[in-house]
């Protein structure tokens, strides 16, 4: 059974013009791509029912009348004191029907649904202020450099704002506190090579305008926006994928919903083809 669009029309960016119709089909044309970085993955989506410019909430629960084909995994919230049926986007009838939901941003876990206490990705996100892109792009530059002394190799793609994911793919293996200290460990090293330019400080106010190297990314339950999902952000942007040697030359508006499928039919899938095979991690790290 098909997925019934409703309110096509409906603007979710008012100084692009697009429309939930918009976002319905992106997902439509992008879902061979898109879908392997969500299946199986609790999923937590931000939803914007009236566009970027309304009210907006993050969802966890699987809302009520969500229907009977849609895969779910039902886990304890320690912060909620109550159970979360997360959903399981595994097919484009979810994901249409995930888009009918004004569900603009996807924001899977980093395990799996089989083996949900060993993570099979360690990421860095790498945060500057508004407009500090570039100086994002030198962290993970550097990020780069420290992963390939201790024996690991990353990918990096756009966050779809300012910026940066640097994704290392694992065996699953580890549990997440290790995953957790080797991210912490990886982003002090990071911060001592570039003290002028990085922070591991969470709170904003103690990072003194430097990028963040977010670390904590890498805990249960705790989620960082999917390859080729869009971001209600002016522009439409899409987080995509960019090989090491042209993450300088890059602009995060270059992708955005109206030119990534585009893209995508031109070029094929950039993921498989820029991700390292699954690692392990070293001793130094752990």
């Known amino acids: 059974m098909a997925v019934e669009l409703t309110n096509p029309d409906k ?6 013009g697009l429309t939930k119709g918009d976002l319905f089909e992106y997902y439509r044309a992008v879902a061979p791509a898109l879908l392997p970085h969500l299946r199986n993955r609790p999923l937590t989506v931000k939803r914007y029912p009236d566009g970027i410019a309304g009210i907006t909430f ?7 009348g969500t229907p009977d084909w849609v895969k779910t995994i039902t886990l304890p919230a320690e912060s909620a004191k109550r159970d979360v049926a997360y959903v399981l986007c ?15 941003e996807l924001h899977p ?4 649904a089989d083996r949900l206490e060993k993570p099979d990705v360690l990421v860095m996100d790498i945060d500057p202020l508004e407009g ?13 450099e420290v992963l390939r002394e201790h024996g690991l190799d990353g990918c990096a793609k756009t966050s779809g704002g300012k910026g940066v994911h640097v994704y290392v793919p694992l065996v699953r293996r580890y549990p997440f506190d290790e995953v957790r200290d080797a991210g912490l460990r990886l982003s002090t090293l990071v911060e001592e090579r570039e003290p002028e330019l990085v922070t591991t400080q969470f709170r904003k106010g103690e990072r003194a305008g430097k990028v963040f190297m977010d670390f904590t990314r890498n805990r249960p339950g705790q ?15 899409v987080s995509f994928p960019v090989a090491w040697r042209k993450l300088e030359r890059v602009d995060p ?8 499928p585009k893209m995508l039919q031109r070029d094929g899938d950039p993921w498989p083809k820029l991700a ?6 070293p001793r130094s790290l752990r």
């Open 11 to 16: 603007v979710f960016w008012p100084q692009e």
């Open 58 to 64: 993050f969802q966890k629960n699987a809302p009520k």
């Open 90 to 104: 595994n097919d484009v009838r979810t994901l249409l029907w995930l888009a009918n939901l004004a569900s603009i």
């Open 109 to 112: 876990w980093l395990s799996r």
């Open 132 to 144: 500090g892109f570039p100086l994002a792009v030198r962290a993970a530059l550097c990020a780069r």
């Open 223 to 237: 989620h960082v926006v999917a390859p080729y999902s869009p971001r209600a952000r002016p522009g439409a942007p």
């Open 253 to 260: 508006q270059d992708f955005t919903i109206a030119t990534v």
């Open 276 to 281: 390292p095979e699954p690692q392990t991690l």
